[in-house]
Structure formats: C-alpha cells, structure tokens
C-alpha cells in the first residue's frame, strides 16, 4: 500500500510539472553530464528491486522502479530540447537506459547536481515533502557508503 502511495505521489508531481523549453543552466557547478552520479544511482537501484532489472511493483518496473509518468516527461524534456531520441516504455527494464532517464531528470530538474535532492525527489517526486522521504534519504545513504 506504502509503495502504491508512493507511485501515485510521484505520477501525480510529474503530471504537475510544466515543460520548460530552455536547458536549466547551473550556476557554478558542473553540469549534470560531468558530475558524477553514479555512486546514487547505484545506491537507488539497490533500495528500488536490490539490483533486478525485471522488478515490478505496480506500475513501477526496472532497477530504478520506473513510472510510466517518468518516462512521459523524460519525453517530454527531450521534446522541449530539439532531440528526436524517444524513451520507451520497455526502456524501464533496461538498467543504461533508467540510468539515463535518471541523469536526465537531473540535469532538467536538478542542475545544481544536490545529491539530497536528487535521492528524495526520486522517491517523493519534485515537490516531495522531506518528511515522508526521510526513511528512503537515510535508506540510500547508508547504501552509499
């Protein structure tokens, strides 16, 4: 019920975000595509399906537990940036290509590459509360180490 929870909170941020046309530029810091997130993307997989890139959970599949709703705006950022490239549904069960959604969800939402940010608007969507994330920030955490 807590993940089912989880999912409609995420889906329903996401539907709740509105396309930005222009890149996001950071200010100061690197860019998403140079900064380094591999240590938190690992991290999420092993809290998400502990590795398996055929875990399901609802509407949730892959290593990283990917909603369709995620995959639209992935699109839809893609869209708004001029590329022709296109996620897929079936991408989810792909750990690269979630690895890829991942970093692009950080680079349109996250430009400022805030690791705690990162980690709790995955598990609560752009608008999370970070008190309904704090089991699932310390979860992720401890795996990073």
């Given at each position: 019920?807590?993940?089912?929870?989880?999912?409609?909170?995420?889906?329903?941020?996401?539907?709740?975000?509105?396309?930005?046309?222009?890149?996001?530029?950071?200010?100061?810091?690197?860019?998403?595509?140079?900064?380094?997130?591999?240590?938190?993307?690992?991290?999420?997989?092993?809290?998400?399906?502990?590795?398996?890139?055929?875990?399901?959970?609802?509407?949730?599949v892959?290593?990283?537990?990917?909603?369709?709703?995620?995959?639209?705006?992935?699109?839809?950022?893609?869209?708004?940036?001029?590329?022709?490239?296109?996620?897929?549904?079936?991408d989810?069960?792909?750990?690269?290509?979630?690895?890829?959604?991942?970093?692009?969800?950080?680079?349109?939402?996250?430009?400022q590459?805030n690791?705690?940010?990162?980690?709790?608007?995955?598990?609560?969507?752009?608008?999370y509360?970070?008190?309904?994330?704090?089991?699932?920030?310390?979860?992720?955490m401890?795996?990073?180490?």
């Amino acid at each position: 019920m807590k993940r089912i929870v989880k999912n409609v909170c995420l889906s329903l941020t996401i539907l709740s975000l509105v396309p930005h046309i222009a890149l996001a530029a950071t200010k100061g810091g690197e860019s998403s595509e140079q900064f380094d997130w591999s240590a938190v993307m690992e991290a999420i997989i092993l809290v998400e399906s502990e590795g398996n890139p055929r875990a399901v959970s609802g509407n949730s599949v892959g290593a990283m537990q990917i909603t369709p709703i995620l995959v639209r705006e992935c699109n839809n950022i893609l869209k708004a940036r001029g590329s022709e490239k296109r996620f897929t549904l079936a991408d989810r069960y792909s750990v690269s290509k979630s690895k890829e959604m991942f970093l692009l969800i950080q680079s349109h939402h996250n430009p400022q590459n805030n690791v705690e940010k990162a980690i709790r608007s995955w598990n609560g969507g752009m608008r999370y509360s970070k008190r309904a994330t704090n089991g699932y920030y310390a979860k992720v955490m401890r795996r990073m180490k």
